[in-house]
């Protein structure tokens, strides 16, 4: 049995290690490359395929695995909009993806964003490098003493809210379908404007559809509380660029944590030699603010995380091989 | 009735006026100097004293206090090692202080300074100012599934056991006294080496007792596990910070994460004109490392426990002065 893996970077080469000698009859071999009409001549003789881009995977490619009669795909992430199904069915593909990769990573960065926020980490740091010790007036705030509203309770909302709780905070969530254990503990707002009027914070949990595209905009900020902290480690189009920036202005937002943004491609992943040169002047507007805290979309980025990616993607890669049905297969028809 | 407040913060003063207001008969004045030889004179005419500082109370100092016919001082926190308490006794001093204020904030400040380690804040800052967007190579770490070691479990490091162990950490604890309350979860082990040895992540949570002066030395850290991450948010003196330098180059510890130091007096709470005026070597020796973390003693510096600070500290410094039993009395007999 081979498989052959696109994408694979220096960190994941440990976990490949590792999965490796666990299988020992599978034969591993792969390339940092994406999977491209270019690249998928490499996979040649393999019986299935691993891979992760952020890239469109394009009909080309996918028509060279076809003739090298591969029909086996998985990818190392949740992530399944860079496929299209149409081409997928039609050329004969099963794909799997990995569902919960990383719940506890990204809870524990949303943590780490509303932390230094309520503990004015990043004017102390600042304050620090000016050689300037003191302590007011930059007092912070207690999880135990914040009204946290966590919108959208899937997988990594219910995983903040476990860890908001340990931390003393009161959560209020929201979600068009209720769990039914923040039920029972009657955590549920019955509006989103219910949870905006309450909450000293807000965390944002819910994946992007046409119906939450830009749902925190201007609007939604008025019906907040004044001074309240915004964090977005979820999707960057969930939240108004625009009426963040007019909001941090106003003093109506006092702090914003951010992993994720609008057009964040045209800036992550890139180095630019200076602030100056960066296209997006939303963006550059945001990295100047020392209440603005951003991170380079990593949230997901952990150890625990990659290792689970990989170990996951390669037996459920391994298991449509060996003709089974993973739990992880993706469904075609939806 | 009149109290005098000795290290006064801008922050401090609302809720001084808060409780000022709630006391209509009790005349506050106040100083943002701590208490010193000089210093003293101010609190002339007052019949009680309510002090801040980490710097030690002087014989000196007190023994003006004690000519001005002072005999109650109350401190707003919770250590009590700048007190020699024979001086004290001497004088006849009764002491109070707010053992505790807010261990949330504290827990929370050590979960925060461990979770800043693990996901590489300092590098990503670093990244940052070099407009440098990329999350590739710098993986961080979760607290989830790592052995979180704690050696002190009272008030604060009982609730820093609470948090790790909803973070999904496997917690060892020591403490001379284990707490009743957390006996049952299993986390006790019975001697700190083997909390050192076991952890991923040791904290510390404890006073500084002499005893405990270097806890932390070169011998323990030899017994710790390869890039182990240490936090202490409780008294620089319970860490041999020339041993944690060491260890720090020799890569042996992986990071660190310091809200207190040992030398902390000739920097923290100061203004130099530039960070180059700091002269302590060994905060120097510490600073520009992107595995360690440095806060200015700030773990406790929130609304809720601030407010506390003030209002528990003139509570029973009055109620001192009214001859009542105060709620925080310090047996100053001991030693």
Known sequence: ?334 | MKIYLYGVREDEQGYMKEWSNAHPDVELDYTNQILTEETADLAKGYNGVVLLQTQAYTRAALEKLQSFGISKISVRNVGLDGFDFKDLRDLGFSLTNVPVYSPNAIAEHTTSLMLRLLRRVPEFDQKFANTDFRWFPTIGEEINGKTVGIIGTGHIGSVVARIMMAFGAKVVAYDIKPNPYLENLGIYVDTPDEVIEQADILTLHTPLAKRDVHMIDADAFAKMKDGVILINAARGGLVDTDALIAALDSGKVGGAGLDVLESENDVFQKKFDSINDVKDPQFKALINRDNVIITPHTAFYTTTAVHNMVFDSLNDNLKMLENKAPKYPVDITVE
């Not at chain 1, 395929?49 to 086996?72: C, F, P, W």
């Not at chain 1, 905006?196 to 994946?207: E, F």
């Not at chain 1, 902290?229 to 108004?240: M, P, S, V």
Request: proline share 3%; net charge negative; glycine share 8%.
């Open chain 1, 1 to 334: 049995m081979k498989i052959f893996a696109y994408g694979i970077r220096d960190d994941e080469k440990l976990v490949l290690e590792e999965w490796k000698s666990t299988n020992p009859g599978v034969e591993v071999n792969f390339t940092g490359y994406d999977l491209t009409s270019d690249s998928a001549f490499l996979a040649d003789d393999a019986d299935g395929i691993v891979t992760m881009q952020n890239a469109h995977y394009s009909r080309d490619a996918l028509e060279i695995l076809n003739k090298l009669g591969i029909h086996n795909l998985s990818t190392r992430t949740t992530n399944i909009a860079n496929f299209n199904f149409k081409d997928l069915k039609e050329l004969g593909f099963k794909l799997t993806n990995v569902p919960d990769y990383c719940a506890s990573s990204i809870a524990e960065h949303v943590i780490v964003l509303m932390g230094q926020l309520l503990q004015q980490q990043p004017q102390f740091t600042e304050k620090m490098h000016q050689g300037d010790f003191t302590l007011s007036p930059n007092i912070g705030q207690s999880f135990s003493s914040q009204t946290i509203g966590v919108i959208g309770t899937g997988r990594t909302g219910l995983a903040v809210i476990k860890l908001l709780q340990a931390l003393g905070s009161k959560v209020i969530a929201y979600d068009i379908e209720h769990n039914s254990d923040l039920e029972t503990q009657g955590l549920y707002a019955d509006h989103l404007t219910e949870l905006y009027q309450k909450s000293d914070v807000i965390t944002l949990q819910l994946p992007l559809t046409s119906n939450t595209r830009y749902l925190i905009n201007d609007s939604a900020i008025k019906q907040m509380k004044p001074g309240v902290i915004l964090i977005n480690c979820a999707h960057g189009q969930l939240l108004d660029t625009d009426a963040l920036i007019k909001g941090l202005d106003s003093g109506q937002i006092a702090g914003a944590g951010l992993d994720v943004l609008d057009d964040e491609t045209s800036v992550f992943g890139k180095i630019w030699s200076s602030l100056k040169n960066i296209p997006n002047g939303d963006i550059r507007d945001l990295l100047q603010r020392n209440n603005v805290v951003i991170t380079p979309h990593n949230a997901f980025y952990t150890q625990t995380a990659v290792r689970k990616m990989v170990i996951t993607a390669f037996d459920s890669n391994k298991a449509l091989i060996e003709g089974k049905t993973p739990s992880t297969i993706v469904d075609l028809d939806k």
